[in-house]
């Protein structure tokens, strides 16, 4: 039998750090040498532990995620295989956490599973990109129209200065709008905004 995937986790939430912890060492070829809630301390543990796979959240005091991913690329460049954690689900965060060389970003609500998942993928070298971020993903559930109204919603314009700029009547904003939220699934304004830029709809603010 191989030896186990290395694997260090960061997360100042020790709790969720120890039920992640206990869940990947049942995996038989899976080993947790490290565990740390500090990201000013890692890269020395990093360098002392040599591990495969860096599991770490996004959301920390004194640095955050993404500097400590910089900071792990100049580091050990391809060598350590980077799985990162967050809440926030912005395209913009994806795209930032890819471009510092991470192999997958998974919702800090991701099933177990998922993440098991994830670090087997990364240390085959397979990078984890969510459909969302594949070209054309989710822009063909609006229409250009409401791909139109949605930029303004999230420019905090009401129905009737959204009539005005785009020269239709209220009634209709308003049918648009429920079709939007219909679409993406949601229930209101703040949250059509939200999954538009989740999607990566919501990118020029005219």
């Known amino acids: 039998m191989s030896e186990p995937i290395q694997i260090v986790l960061l997360d100042d939430h020790p709790l969720v750090m120890e039920g992640l912890k206990r869940r990947v060492e049942e995996e038989e070829d899976m080993e947790v040498c490290g565990a740390f809630t500090d990201p000013r301390t890692i890269l020395r543990e990093l360098e002392r532990l040599q591990p495969q796979v860096l599991i770490m959240d996004i959301s ?54 998922e993440i098991i998942n994830a670090i087997r993928q990364s240390v085959r070298g397979h990078i984890l990109i969510p459909e969302k971020l594949k070209p054309g993903a989710g822009q063909e559930q609006l229409t ?9 919603i999230a420019k905090e314009k009401s129905n009737l200065e959204i009539a005005v700029d785009l020269s239709m009547s209220k009634r209709t904003v308003e ?17 059509a905004v939200a999954k538009g830029y989740e999607l990566g709809l919501i990118r020029h603010m005219y």
């Open 144 to 152: 250009p129209t409401e791909r139109r109204v949605l930029e303004l």
């Open 175 to 191: 049918y648009h709008i429920t079709s939007i939220i219909g679409k993406l699934g949601v229930k209101t304004r703040i949250g």
């Open 60 to 113: 920390m005091p004194e640095m955050d995620g993404f500097e400590v991913a910089r900071q792990c690329k100049e580091r050990f460049g391809l060598d350590l295989k980077m799985i990162m954690l967050s809440g926030y689900t912005y395209a913009e965060f994806y795209q930032k956490a890819y471009e510092l060389g991470a192999h997958a970003y998974l919702s800090k609500q991701a099933p177990y599973p």
